[in-house]
């Protein structure tokens, strides 16, 4: 099928929603350690600032559990960062596959 802008782009898609998803948290994780290592503070210093616990900031870091938009947002404005910083591109880095 065919629409006034030109024939349908095929959507892509990751092979494993779950893995993406893990993956997803993980790369999260990730960023938050990297900036809060860029600002020298501990675990438990990130916590306070952003009103968690430093158990949660740790199982964050390690990717163990994901965060909500409003947690994302308190963690982003404890580290003085855009939202963005601590979240990954868009495109995933495993192996995708096309769907129409």
């Known amino acids: 099928m065919t629409s006034k802008s030109g024939p349908r782009r095929k959507l892509e898609l990751p092979v494993d929603p779950e893995t993406a998803q893990e993956e997803f948290i993980a790369q999260v994780g990730d960023a938050i350690r990297r900036e ?3 600002r020298g503070w501990t675990q438990a210093q990130l ?4 009103q968690l616990s430093s158990n949660h900031v740790a199982r964050l ?9 409003y947690l994302m947002h308190r963690i982003s ?10 979240t990954p591109s868009a495109e995933p ?3 995708r596959r096309s769907v129409s």
């Open 47 to 50: 916590a306070e600032a952003a």
């Open 93 to 95: 880095t495993r192996a």
């Open 36 to 38: 809060r290592h860029a």
């Open 61 to 69: 870091e390690r990717g163990e559990v994901g965060a909500t938009f």
């Open 77 to 86: 404005q404890a580290l003085g960062v855009d939202l963005s910083v601590l």
